[in-house]
Nanobody
Framework: QVQLVESGGGLVQPGGSLRLSCAAS????????MGWYRQAPGKQRELVAS???????NYADSVKGRFTISRDNAKNTMYLQMNSLKPDDAAVYYC??????????WGQGTQVTVSS
């Protein structure tokens, strides 16, 4: 069993920055997929960014150039640096992980609010 806990969300003005963290615990081996998702009220959850075991990254078009995903395997932590935040970025952000032989794991989510 793996547990994921997001943190770092909060209220920020447009143009501001936030850094989200996803701390993982449990037996974490043979990662297939890891990434950040978000869900705004009344909308479907969407993939924001993902990172491979080799460090390659992929981003939704809406966040390219503004968000950066990274991970620290030694700390079992994944990060999402969010810069130049827009009101449309407001959502609950979730980290997710897929391991070999296991279903997808989700964190509890952390709220990001972008408002002036």
């Amino acid at each position: 069993q793996v547990q994921l806990v997001e943190s770092g969300g909060g209220l920020v003005q447009p143009g501001g920055s936030l850094r989200l963290s996803c701390a993982a615990s449990g037996s974490i081996f043979s990662i297939i997929h890891m990434g950040w998702y978000r869900q705004a009220p009344g909308k479907q959850r969407e993939l924001v960014a993902s990172i491979t075991n080799g460090g390659s990254t992929n981003y939704a078009d809406s966040v390219k150039g503004r968000f950066t995903i990274s991970r620290d395997n030694a700390k079992n932590t994944m990060y999402l640096q969010m810069n130049s935040l827009k009101p449309d970025d407001a959502a609950v952000y979730y980290c997710s992980l897929i391991l070999v032989g296991s279903p997808r794991y989700w964190g509890q989510g952390t709220q990001v609010t972008v408002s002036s």
